[in-house]
């Protein structure tokens, strides 16, 4: 066993490292397999439309091997798979058609749905904010794609209406103005509605929101932006007071971070002085401004909480 074991890891990496995540007894496994893939120049990616499945599976084109959706809070296999399907079965160009798709031929709830705009997983269509508005607008303004009428109230005076007006008739028989608009072509309305929330400028949540909305709904810290200017900025996982040997006197406090723009964890020491000033608790998020490193133990000695 220990041979194939070698054998596969050095030959077939990609399929090796896969079945290793796959089997991962805990997390510490999982930390492993992703550093190890990392070395060798192989990226875990975060679960995607188009690419996940319910578990880790690799692109031997791209060289990657994307997350899986079944070890998400609320999200299974079943429902992974149908994910999967309709994304390579349905052409999407926007993310209206996506919702179609989802509402249509799939059992994800809205519940769920939410979840994995915050976890990123429809990047592709848009930012969190753009997809969470849209998301409301098809499932609650109008009634999953299938709404006849809409009422001026959620209409007029909004960046929508000259949008609604285009595809939709608002006067009675009569040549008055009525309490409601009557949809004509309620998909080509909900395409420019998109087109149009897209066009407003909506900025991005930041990467420390985007990590604690991950870690919130999914259960566990795992959200990585991959970019260089989010290194330092670190997840705190857990936060322990450290007390000397001698006198069993606590002095400081072990701090376990991992950082968002790389998934690497790290365990720093602060000192009660410099931890006092501004005192952090798991689930913070800070930006690490200095630390030294003594030995083999790394010490913060300033760093800002920005969550």
């Known amino acids: 066993m220990g041979y194939l ?5 050095y030959y077939h990496p990609l399929e090796f490292i896969t079945s290793f995540l796959n089997n991962a007894a805990n997390e510490d496994d999982i930390k492993t397999g992703s550093e190890y893939a990392g070395r060798i120049g192989i990226q875990v990616t975060m679960p995607k439309w188009g690419v996940s499945r319910g578990n880790y599976s690799f692109d031997t084109d791209k060289n990657t ?7 998400i809070k609320y999200l299974g296999d079943k429902v992974a798979d149908e994910l999967y399907r309709v994304s390579k079965e ?3 160009k926007n993310f209206v058609d996506v919702l179609y798709a989802i509402d249509r031929d799939t059992s994800l709830d809205t519940r769920q749905l939410e979840i994995l705009i915050k976890i990123d997983f429809f990047s592709e269509f848009g930012n969190q904010r753009e997809l969470l508005y849209i998301k409301d607008l098809f499932y609650d303004m109008f009634k999953r794609g299938e709404a006849k009428k809409i009422s001026r109230n959620y209409v007029d005076g909004t960046k929508l209406e000259p949008v609604v007006k285009k595809y939709a008739v608002g006067v009675t028989k009569n040549g008055g103005e009525a309490k409601s608009y009557t949809l004509l072509d309620i998909k080509s309305l909900l395409d420019e509605c998109e087109t149009t929330i897209k066009g407003a400028g909506m900025e991005d949540l930041d990467e420390a929101s ?5 870690a919130d709904v999914a259960g566990y810290v795992g959200y990585v932006s991959g970019r260089e200017e989010d290194k330092r900025k670190l997840y705190v996982m857990d936060v322990h007071p450290l007390k000397r040997r001698s006198d069993n006197k606590q002095f400081g406090y072990s701090v376990i971070t991992k950082s968002i723009g790389s998934g690497k964890e790290a365990r720093f020491s602060i ?6 000033e501004t005192p952090i608790n798991k689930g913070d998020v800070v930006v690490c401004l200095s630390y030294i490193r003594e030995g083999k133990y790394f010490k913060m000695t300033k760093y800002e909480k920005i969550m």
């Open 5 to 9: 074991c070698a054998y596969y890891r």
């Open 65 to 71: 091997i994307a997350k899986g959706l079944s070890s």
């Open 90 to 92: 349905k052409q999407c």
């Open 210 to 214: 985007k990590a604690k909305n991950f």
């Open 271 to 276: 000192v009660n002085r410099v931890y006092e």
